[in-house]
């Protein structure tokens, strides 16, 4: 099934998304029930947003592709780190460059969305406690991370406002093991990977971080990003494409 947030007349809502119509629910689908109310809308006539506006944690998966290691050492766990719910824009809004950030970069990611509270589970069972995936981007400003201008923590290299691009549906019927991810940058393509070559699947992630801490329904789990990322600049646009899911697309402009 395919969810939409969306915006129409000044009201924001959910969807259910079928042969480009939106047949809008009473509420979020995410970890409650939910009913049809009778309206629909075309696709085309509304504002596509962010599926999760607020998420109460992001969790990002840091050197989950072997081929985004770079010369670094393969992790022997996953490796999260937080993302700050500051960060999250939806489709066709602007990721805003600070005027310090130096060299900033797309990162194309699956996105996990927890369905229901999860502490402690088996990799066997993960994936019964998410409730669908979207596609994001993980804005990230690398002289924030690494060199003479790095922070300690990465709080701001990843966690800038508007630094989360997300969406744009919320697909819940997908293996998240067999999907091919993209990235264009100003039209050119600079990522192209398949979810297969993750270091540790989005169950494992599930386990792993469900042990230490509880995820609640509509948290947020980064699965990490492939190769090496494409640069990003004011004046720009940047397209991430998740299979099944559709395609993220964001102007770039000076903060």
């Not at 998966?61 to 939806?90: M, V």
């Not at 460059?97 to 066997?124: F, H, R, T, W, Y």
């Not at 792993?208 to 190769?227: A, E, M, Q, R």
């Amino acid at each position: 099934m395919k969810f939409v947030r969306f915006e129409h007349s000044n009201n924001v809502s959910y969807g259910i998304v079928e042969d480009e119509v939106v047949s809008v629910i009473s509420n979020s689908p995410i970890g409650q029930d939910y009913k049809e109310t009778g309206e629909k809308y075309n696709l085309s006539d509304v504002k596509i947003l962010a599926p999760v506006p607020k998420p109460g944690k992001m969790l990002c998966l840091a050197l989950n592709y072997g081929s985004h290691l770079l010369g670094a050492d393969k992790p022997t766990r996953p490796e999260p780190f937080y993302k700050n719910n500051n960060a999250i824009i939806g489709p066709g809004d602007p990721i805003k460059l600070p005027e310090d950030s130096g060299l900033v970069v797309c990162e194309s990611e699956l996105i996990v969305i927890i369905g229901k509270k999860a502490q402690s589970v088996s990799e066997e069972n993960a994936l019964n406690y998410v409730f669908g995936y979207t596609a994001g981007n993980d804005v990230s400003a690398r002289e924030w991370q690494a060199g003479p201008k790095a922070d300690k923590q990465w709080w701001r290299a990843k966690s800038s406002d508007t630094f989360g691009p997300t969406g744009p549906f919320i697909v819940t019927d997908l293996d998240p093991q067999n999907l091919s991810i993209k990235a264009w940058v100003n039209g050119v393509e600079g990522q192209n990977c398949h979810s297969s070559e993750m270091i540790f699947t989005a169950a494992q992630a599930v386990s792993f971080i469900s042990k230490y801490v509880t995820l609640d329904p509509g948290d947020l789990i980064w699965t990490g990003t492939s190769g090496t990322t494409p640069p990003i600049n004011a004046g720009g646009d940047v397209t991430v494409e998740v299979e099944g899911i559709g395609k993220l697309t964001n102007p770039v402009i000076d903060a």
